[in-house]
């Protein structure tokens, strides 16, 4: 008799079917998930259709499409889109690019004198909570206290430029800041989608003296593609909604420089109380941010199909 | 061959998702039931908390008075068993920590320090309980409603309609924007000499002589003691987007350019805010980051506490709350507090100063004992004792007997400054409405792009706050008026 069927066996004696106890399993995570998901979920849903500011004590009034429509006709939202996006792109792009150097150096020096204790360090910052990290970075940028700017005025002889303060540069110095905190994510992601690949097939492609680009496209990417397409998705997601580091470090400013979606979407809700507006553009963009995750998604699956053809 | 059906049927599915549903509804509802504190048993001890601003020191003051007076006092004189417990919100969370904890219908914060200009959003749905009965029976209360130093702060502190006699808190501390000065730098007789044979006129060394000074004057000052070769700088100012901080000293000079933000009658920011006046006072504003240090274009109370302490400054332009800070040990007798520069427009001679300060304001979520406290605590407040104790601690008294008290003035350098401005005519208060938050954060979006340079011309800053303003009070309701359609080109 094989295993399940041993098992079957013991529920049925119990009186108890395997559906049912696979059922009595999932119960409470169904319920959490209904309570702290859904229920929230389509209560944010409602709530996008009625205009309310608890703030008025005036009850809800429906306005169907009403938010969603102003939220189409106003420029601001779409500038808002915009700043998320360049910040997105460049920070997941340059996250990447160093998470992979990185990765390799550490994946490949495995002796490396100190690679412990490098490797503590440099994943130090993704430990912190973003606000902390944001808070202290912008000492580390004040024009009158900070490091940065005595250095920059130091080395440059230029005065100690107010890189958060500036329209040009705040949007460059809080990048900077995400690429400190979540580049280590993206060499850890690294490391391990390499560790993911054999070293049998390692050893055979050193044997067959494969070039290293030709390593890295034949023999690594295949293995190791899943996990790093993972550590980008979650980064793309994460850097879409930063909140706590630009809410630190700028609020959104000076002026728009920095205003991000997750900032309005705060404003919104939290200082306005547009609560009807608020869940309008929540869901709004969390509509965008599954549009681009079903592009990834798609992405890696069409390249696993094209494998296997 | 048919694949064999493993999952649930369609009917167990549904029935699992309307029982899951229906128990978080009930959840919910039972939550939504809940919101109050029970009422404590008459002998179990009553904890009120009071809800603060992080890193301002007079509500720590208060605080601390609270935790170690109010306990015994209650005891002793009311038989009431209680705690208090201190809660902080961020500076830039002031408004939004305590109005998203009063959404809940939380009594979480038994008292807030809150602002008069919040009374237009906690008034409506009833998130604060009205203090006009309180006052009525409370014999101490009434004779500090009659001892206050000026008929604004009823208005400012506790009405809501503005000025009405519906009455919501009752001030926890006064406060104005004034001017910090570095005294020694003025009684020096080489600067005397060196500024009148540059300027042509005296520095002004007391406090008469700058109860009628210019911003022109003044800004010829701050050009004389501007030196950034020696890291020394004129003034220090706010102009951080963060809560209120850039708002008040810029409107307070639109105003004295003879601008206004809004009509508050009617409403109407279009056509008011965006005027030739308004955005010459704007103007004049950020034209003061001349002699500012670098970084000024985003500093706040904090940054203008440290630049001044530090040596860094000739003036600051600042709170009287933040007197105790200002003079410091190190800078005993190197500083003045005076008030803040006019300009005469149309030949009257225009000073105005922003009204800062709070308001006690006790949470209308809580339970009958918890509130009964809450009460008992404001009337502890204003025992003249504790008032007197509270001003020779630092912090900042409406009432006539201690802000003219002599030990008091000797006492807190400041309050010569604080008094004559919660006294002048041109004390002003902005903004007391529902859309409060929405009409700071949209100005300050304006005001702050202009000042860090995103954009150059005040007149487009003004217009843009103008269109989103008006757009807001018209979506909200507050007016029938709606911004021109011009305003559809108008972007930062």
């Not at chain 1, 013991?10 to 106890?21: D, P, V, Y």
Request: positive net charge.
């Amino acid at each position: 008799m094989n295993n399940d069927g041993g098992q079957r066996l013991r529920f049925m004696r119990q009186g108890l079917s395997l559906k049912a106890f696979a059922w009595i399993l999932i119960i409470p995570v169904l319920a959490f998930f209904t309570i702290w998901n859904v229920v929230p979920f389509l209560w944010l849903l409602g709530l996008s259709f009625y205009r309310y500011y608890p703030t008025f004590g005036q009850p809800p009034k429906f306005l169907g499409l009403g938010n969603y429509i102003s939220l189409m006709n106003d420029p601001n939202v779409w500038e808002r889109i915009g700043t998320t996006f360049i910040f997105m792109v460049s920070a997941v792009g340059i996250e990447t690019g160093l998470g992979l150097v990185l990765g390799f150096v550490f994946w490949s020096r495995r002796a490396l004198w100190g690679r412990r204790l490098a490797l503590t360090l440099l994943f130090s910052p993704m430990v912190l909570a973003p606000v902390a990290a944001g808070t202290f970075f912008r000492l580390i940028y004040d024009p009158l206290y900070g490091v940065v700017p005595y250095y920059i005025h130091a080395f440059f002889g230029v005065p100690k430029p107010n890189l958060l303060g500036n329209s040009h540069t705040a949007m460059l110095a809080v990048l900077a800041t995400d690429v400190w905190m979540w580049t280590p994510f993206m060499t850890m992601m690294t490391i391990a989608a390499l560790g993911a690949v054999p070293k049998a097939v390692l050893e055979a492609a050193s044997v067959d003296r494969l070039k290293f680009w030709q390593r890295v496209r034949y023999v690594m990417w295949p293995y190791g593609k899943f996990i790093l397409l993972l550590g980008v998705i979650l980064r793309t997601i994460d850097a879409f909604k930063t909140y706590g580091l630009i809410a630190a470090m700028t609020a959104g400013g000076p002026g728009n420089a920095t205003d991000v979606l997750s900032i309005t979407l705060y404003r919104e809700g939290f200082v306005s109380f547009d609560m009807g507006k608020g869940s309008a553009l929540a869901l709004f963009t969390l509509f965008i941010a599954v549009a681009f995750t079903s592009v990834y998604l798609y992405f890696l699956k069409n390249r696993e199909r094209e494998a296997i053809s | 061959m048919k694949e064999m059906k493993t999952g649930p049927s369609r009917t167990v599915r549904n029935r699992t998702l309307a029982a899951g549903l229906t128990i978080a509804m009930t959840a919910g509802i039972a939550g939504c039931g809940t919101s109050s504190t029970p009422v404590a048993s008459s002998s179990s001890p009553i904890t009120i908390t009071l809800l603060g601003f992080a890193g301002w020191a007079p509500s720590a003051i208060a605080a601390k008075m609270a935790q170690t007076e109010f306990p015994a006092y209650a005891k002793k004189h009311w038989g009431i068993n209680v705690k208090v417990a201190y809660a902080t919100s961020p500076f830039a969370d002031l408004y939004s920590k305590p109005a998203s904890s009063l959404a809940a219908h939380s009594s979480e914060y038994s008292l807030i320090w809150g602002k008069g200009m919040w009374y237009g959003s906690f008034t409506g749905p009833k998130w604060i309980a009205s203090v006009n009965s309180l006052i009525a029976n409370s014999p101490e209360l009434k004779t500090a409603q009659a001892n206050f130093i000026s008929p604004f702060i009823q208005k400012s502190y506790e009405s809501y309609p503005y000025g009405s006699n519906h009455l919501w808190g009752i001030p926890s501390e006064g406060d104005a924007l004034i001017m910090y000065v570095r005294k020694d730098l003025l009684d020096n007789p080489a600067n005397q000499a060196a500024f009148q044979k540059a300027y042509g006129f005296p520095l002004p060394t007391t406090f008469t002589q700058w109860q009628t000074l210019s911003w022109s004057k003044f800004t010829d000052i701050l050009k004389f003691f501007n030196d950034p070769a020696k890291g020394f700088y004129g003034l220090a100012s706010e102009y951080s987007d963060s809560y209120d901080f850039m708002f008040n000293q810029a409107m307070t000079m639109v105003r004295d350019y003879g601008g206004h933000i809004w009509d508050r009658s009617t409403r109407q920011v279009y056509g008011v805010l965006n005027s030739p006046q308004a955005d010459a006072g704007l103007k004049a504003y950020v034209g003061l980051l001349k002699y500012q240090p670098p970084g000024a274009d985003t500093w706040g109370i904090s940054h203008d506490i440290q630049a001044f302490t530090g040596g860094h400054v000739f003036a600051a332009w600042q709170w009287s709350a933040v007197g105790p800070a200002m003079f410091t040990p190190a800078m005993q007798g190197k500083v003045m507090a005076v008030p803040l520069p006019g300009n005469t427009v149309n030949g009257q001679f225009l000073q105005y100063s922003a009204v800062g300060g709070q308001a006690w304001n006790v949470n209308n979520f809580l339970g009958p004992r918890h509130k009964a406290a809450a009460f008992d605590f404001i009337k502890w407040w204003y025992l003249p004792s504790t008032q007197m104790q509270y001003a020779m601690q630092g912090g900042n008294s409406v009432l006539k007997s201690v802000v003219d008290n002599p030990t008091v003035q000797a006492h807190d350098p400041w309050y010569r400054a604080y008094r004559y401005t919660m006294t002048n005519k041109h004390l002003v208060d902005e903004y007391h409405n529902a859309d409060y938050a929405t009409l700071m954060s949209e100005i300050q979006k304006a005001w702050t792009a202009y000042a860090t340079g995103e954009i150059n011309s005040a007149s487009l800053a003004n217009t843009y706050a103008a269109c989103r303003q008006q757009a807001t009070l018209f979506n909200t309701g507050l007016t029938n008026t709606a911004p021109p359609t011009s305003c559809a080109n108008v972007h930062l």
